[in-house]
């Protein structure tokens, strides 16, 4: 079945560092690729997607680019700041047939933590 | 604030007890969801209804049990609780039945289930 798997954590950078968090997917089709954002104590946040192969999402300085050759969605930020420290989550839209559905398929979730 | 509401945040309860979870989706969503977060299995999807009807099951165990009612409200129910069901459950809403192109999951702050 579809799968989900990210670099596992925690991530520790100093602020201002370039951030990277490695997601690979195994899918049949062409499903929709997100990061999610769960800061301590909420739910989980969308923070960027992409619907289609060397599509880019791009939020709050946040980026990652559907690579369907390498099936991945790593996630970029050029600086990141102490307010990032938080889990971010790939996950992508499971199918029926070559429709998307509603539900996610998670990974594990990598912890970042930035320090001053 | 996403627009979900779930209630309790907490809970904490003995095991073989019975529990219900309860969900309020994003004024004008169909779709509700349920995740179960817990720390050896990730977050992984429970069950999905779109306006009233069950549409997609995950993993979800048989003394597990969920519906969606009318005003489109959902409740998950939990019984013979076990000490390893204790987790974080959250629940999500999306306007239709998939969470593709314009379409996003929003999700709720989760309730915290302790079994003891």
């Known amino acids: 079945g579809n799968s989900v798997t990210q670099m596992e954590g925690p991530v520790t950078l100093s602020e201002e560092a370039f951030l990277t968090i490695n997601c690979t997917y195994t899918?049949?089709?062409?499903?929709?690729l997100f990061w999610y954002v769960q800061y301590p104590g909420e739910g989980l946040q969308l923070l960027l997607k992409?619907?289609?192969?060397?599509d880019k999402g791009s939020n709050k300085g946040f980026e990652a680019t559907y690579r369907k050759e390498t099936t991945s969605f790593h996630l970029e930020k050029g600086s990141v700041q102490v307010s990032d420290s938080a889990v971010y989550f790939c996950?992508?839209?499971?199918?029926?047939?070559?429709?998307?559905?509603?539900?996610?398929?998670f990974g594990q979730g990598t912890t970042l933590q930035v320090k001053p | 604030d996403s627009g979900v509401t779930q209630t309790p945040k907490h809970l904490i309860t003995a095991t073989g007890q019975r529990v219900t979870l309860r969900c309020s989706p994003r004024?004008?969503?169909?779709?509700v969801y349920w995740y179960q977060q817990s720390l050896d299995q990730g977050l992984q999807f429970l069950i999905q209804?779109?306006?009233?009807?069950?549409?997609a099951k995950g993993n979800i165990l048989e003394r597990f049990s969920a519906q969606q009612f009318p005003d489109l409200h959902s409740e998950l129910n939990l019984s013979s609780l076990e000490l390893g069901d204790s987790a974080l459950y959250f629940c999500?809403?999306?306007?239709?039945?998939?969470?593709?192109?314009?379409?996003?999951?929003?999700f709720g702050q989760g309730t915290r289930l302790t079994v003891v």
């Open positions: 999500a809403s999306s306007a239709t039945d998939s969470v593709a192109l314009n379409t996003e999951a929003f």
């Open positions: 899918a049949t089709g062409y499903p929709s």
């Open positions: 992409a619907t289609k192969a060397d």
């Open positions: 996950a992508l839209s499971d199918q029926f047939g070559s429709s998307n559905t509603g539900k996610l398929i």
């Open positions: 004024s004008g969503d169909l779709s």
């Open positions: 209804y779109y306006n009233g009807e069950e549409r």
